[in-house]
């Protein structure tokens, strides 16, 4: 598994890349979002913030336009807030400095698990909506949109029964971790991302108090 470390400080980054090579870990550092932005195709990017050429939240929105790669962001930024803002910017996971090695590693292959291999599951037709599940792409007729994984994730949840309610702890431990700490405001954060992407916000019903499901506006119902 390629990894691709963007991260300026040399005392942070060296000892990172030689512990997740120990790890198995193909790790590719580079030390600015120029640099994080060029053209590299990894599986995973663990983001650092504080970059001193352009903010984090700037590469991690532009990398999340052109690619759904996971994304984990390493920063001091330590506020609720900050990590919202990240969240929704389309990272998918948030550990603050300082954290323990064997944290990051358990935090980096929980990412990826969440990220199925490709599988042959054929393609769902929701009216315009079109899952094809092998290629883990999305179309909305005949245009496809990119998602973040965390975002493809919970359309696929929610398109597994059409129509059905899926609560907010089912998505929580299905979307993210049974074990997610992170604010709760998450699922809002990528629903409403997910909404504005798929440009028809009538297609994820939010059913108050209990949790959301594809509306009956694209699975047939009425």
Same mark, same amino acid.
């Given at each position: 598994?390629? *990894? ?15 512990? *997740? ?8 550092? @580079? =030390? ?35 690619? #759904? @790669? ?39 292959? #929980?990412?990826? %698990? %969440?990220?199925?291999?490709?599988? &042959? ?13 092998? &290629? ?5 007729? &005949?245009?496809?949109?990119? *998602? ?43 629903? =409403? ?23 009956? =506006? ?5």
């Amino acid at each position: 598994m390629q *990894l691709l470390l963007v991260e300026d400080d040399d005392a942070i980054a060296e000892p990172l890349v030689e512990g *997740l090579a120990r790890e198995g870990f193909s790790v590719v550092r @580079v =030390a600015s979002g120029r640099d994080a932005l060029a053209g590299h195709h990894p599986d995973l990017v663990i983001l650092d913030l504080g970059l001193p050429d352009m903010d984090g939240y700037s590469v991690c929105q532009q990398i999340r336009a052109v690619s #759904a @790669v996971p994304i984990l962001v390493i920063t001091a930024r330590g506020d609720e807030g900050d990590k919202v803002l990240g969240l929704e910017l389309g990272a998918d996971d948030y550990l603050v400095k300082p954290f323990g090695f064997r944290e990051l590693v358990a935090r980096i292959r #929980a990412v990826m %698990r %969440r990220v199925p291999e490709p599988a &042959a599951e054929g393609v769902q037709e929701l009216g315009p909506l079109r899952l094809d599940r092998r &290629a883990r792409k999305v179309f909305v007729g &005949a245009g496809e949109i990119t *998602l973040s994984p965390k975002e493809y994730e919970l359309l696929v949840l929610l398109a597994a029964d059409p129509g059905a309610v899926v609560d907010r702890q089912t998505i929580l431990e299905e979307v993210w971790d049974p074990h997610w700490y992170g604010p709760t405001k998450t699922v809002d954060v990528h629903v =409403a991302s997910l909404r504005k992407k798929l440009g028809h916000p009538e297609w994820i019903e939010t059913v108050r108090k209990v949790g959301l499901r594809l509306g009956g =506006a694209l699975v047939g119902e009425g």
